[in-house]
């Protein structure tokens, strides 16, 4: 039997359907820009953000689902919409600062407080990832207002304030990491509700089947004459350190593989391509027969 729930009769439900419509549509599309954007900073595609579930409710129940260690984000739409948050699951913050550093992003424990050294680098991510959302009217810009490092410290809502919530998901190479969870207020985003519609999300998308579009082919042009290292792998050897050392010139190192074999072709330090080895007139050269990841 599914969990009952009791229905308040007296909370205000304000955000329309179409409000909710544009919402759900602008945090799916924070997902797929933080992934790229996160995915460039940390020099890894092990996050992913997934839109796991979106409501209306008030700011009460909201912070009773979230732990107090939250690291919150505060945020403003220049000129028109202040007071907008977004609550980090600590554990999320301290992974990604991790992978901003070069590591795994694999964090043993969150009991440590956050440095500034922490803060200053989350601040910075979170800057890039705010730029990235899509507003369908006129501003001037995205500025984070304050970061405080836990729920307790941030105290500019009530808990009968009516709240649109967007919760994320993530994930650090498919394993559950944490939360991020979107909160605005009704009373903060009445001025520009008309404007958060259908229509805008029928653009919203069209936007972004264009941009992608004009991105692929903005980056093909660019990227088209730049020299890249290709190198055709013939095969491999393990030589103990002493072997190496006295290898002379005229001595035969035996590869792990036949001539006829195919051998690899890379493109920087990715495996692209199979090839055969062979004769072009009177050059060496490779045909290639294959390529290893499709996808690419």
Known sequence: ?????????????????????????MAEEFCKTSNMQISYETKSDNFKLDLEKSSQTNFGEFIEKVNSNNVVVE??????????????????????????????GKID??????????????????????????????????????????TVQYQKLTNKDVIFEAALKVALQKESLGMVRFCMPYKNMESVLGDLVNNNIKGLNRLDEEGEKLLSKEALDFTRNVDVDICAKLGGATVSINDLLNLEAGDVILLD??????????????????????????KKGVEITDIIDKER
């Open 1 to 25: 039997m599914e969990d009952i729930r009791l229905y308040d009769f007296k909370k205000s439900e304000k955000f329309s359907i179409e409000n909710i419509r544009y919402f759900v549509a």
């Open 257 to 282: 593989q036949r001539i006829y074999d195919d051998i690899t072709i890379s493109v920087g330090d990715a495996d692209v391509y199979k090839a055969k080895a062979g004769l072009l007139g009177i």
């Open 75 to 104: 945020y403003r739409v220049y000129p028109l919409v202040e007071n907008l948050t977004i609550f980090f699951d600590k554990h999320v913050v301290l992974s990604l600062v991790d992978s901003l550093l070069g590591g795994s």
């Open 109 to 150: 424990s969150i009991d440590r407080e956050l440095t500034n050294i922490d803060l200053e680098l989350f601040k910075y991510l979170a800057e890039c990832l705010l730029r990235r959302i899509y507003i369908p009217y006129h501003h001037e810009n995205i500025n984070i207002v304050d970061i405080y490092t836990n």
